[in-house]
């Protein structure tokens, strides 16, 4: 395996690992969702979807404070893109979101919020887990 080829400032992919050409069809199925997502909101969707230790809204910052160093602003607003609304906006709109995750209410704990993949979310990670797959096998 040859770790890449640098040329005037851009990857040659021809000469790049299966394992990079298995990440770079990752991010392109992630921004068939948004062309201009932002690492840090794929990693709080994937750290959901592959840490089952990871049940709460506080989970998932504790999980990203500690490996990123993400606020927990930050993960809230991140995690907010895959609820089915987004977070409120400054004017009081409130966009359509992925869809992919829904939050609500802890039986034992109403402050809490439980999250919870949805169809569509399920969905998103078997495609995602399908192009890594595919970028393996070329």
Sequence with gaps: EDGGLFIFGRLNLMSTSKELKAFHSA??????????MAISRIDAF???????????????????????????????????????????????SRPEGAGFIQLIADPADYRRRMILMTAKGEQ???????????????
């Excluded at 991010?27 to 201009?36: A, G, L, S």
């Design 46 to 92: 994937l750290t959901y979807a592959n840490d089952p230790e990871v049940q709460t809204i506080a989970d998932l910052q504790d999980t990203l404070r500690r490996t990123t160093g993400l606020a927990a602003s930050s993960v809230s607003r991140n995690v907010s893109f895959w609820t089915e609304t987004i977070y409120k906006h400054r004017d009081g």
């Design 27 to 36: 991010i392109k199925t992630c921004m068939q969702i948004d062309p201009y």
């Design 124 to 138: 998103f990670t078997d495609k995602i887990t399908e192009a890594i797959k595919n970028g393996l096998e070329k």
